[in-house]
């Protein structure tokens, strides 16, 4: 979303931690490595936005260096690196949940925060989530600092191969089961639900969980015992799906697109930049 509303064109690159691995072949379309061997975000991240490359390192310096080098990158994007001090940044963004955005308050292990509330302070920019257009900014952030507010949106739903987005009332009558392997699969479920879809049965799995017999077993029986006709499940889920795509029978995959409400100060920012 970041790279569509930056006005001028630029080569885009994002750079993750984990392994030291080039996500995309020079077409920038070829993924050459699998889920299971770089994780499920990046291959989403590749899969998604075609001519983006997704370099992983365990140290990011040296990975935006080779970035840099090997791949001529012109920009980047450091994805979950605001407590990542060692790199310098022209523009920080801080995402920060709508409908709670200091959770309790508390940081880490008695509350959900990385640092106390006043760090936000550090950020140029912050994005607000979850947030519907009717929001006020003032309830959430009073704060002097450019303000964004964005909502996530189920939009429909593919085969797990891809392909044209269908509407979600194409599945009206069906019995569904959905399932997902992220941080907060209640969220999905009340979505899906909120869409018209009928659930007969959810399955929480743990986030960026690793799909294998096991898992297929468990889908089985879910099938069979709620009588269901598919399944539906997440994006993210999905790119981890595809080596079981005759096993796992009907499933779907729904869409989420988010919204920028307010998407001015953002782009102001980014054509600071650029």
Known sequence: KLLKIAAPPAEPHS????????????????????????????????????????????????????????????????????QHQRLDRDLDILLLDGTVPFKNGWTLPA????????????????????????????????????VCRSSHTLTGYTTLSGGEVRPFTELAGKRIVAFCGIADPASFFDGVEACGVSLVATLALPDHCGYGAREMEALGRLKQQYRADCLITTAKDAVKLVPYAGIIGDCFVAQLELTLNDPEPLTAALNQLV
């Open 15 to 82: 750079v993750s931690f984990g392994c030291w691995v080039c996500y995309e072949d020079e077409d920038g379309k070829s993924l050459l490595l699998s889920p299971a061997e770089a994780g499920d975000e990046p291959c989403l991240l590749a899969a998604s936005l075609p001519g983006l490359m997704v370099v992983m390192g365990t140290d990011r310096y040296r990975a935006g260096c080779l970035a840099l080098k090997v791949l001529s990158a012109d920009c980047f994007i450091l994805d979950d690196g605001f």
């Open 111 to 146: 509350g959900f925060l990385r640092e106390p509330p006043s760090a936000v302070s550090r950020a140029d920019l912050v994005i607000l989530t979850r947030c519907s257009a009717a929001d006020s900014l003032a309830d959430f952030l009073p704060l002097q600092m450019p």
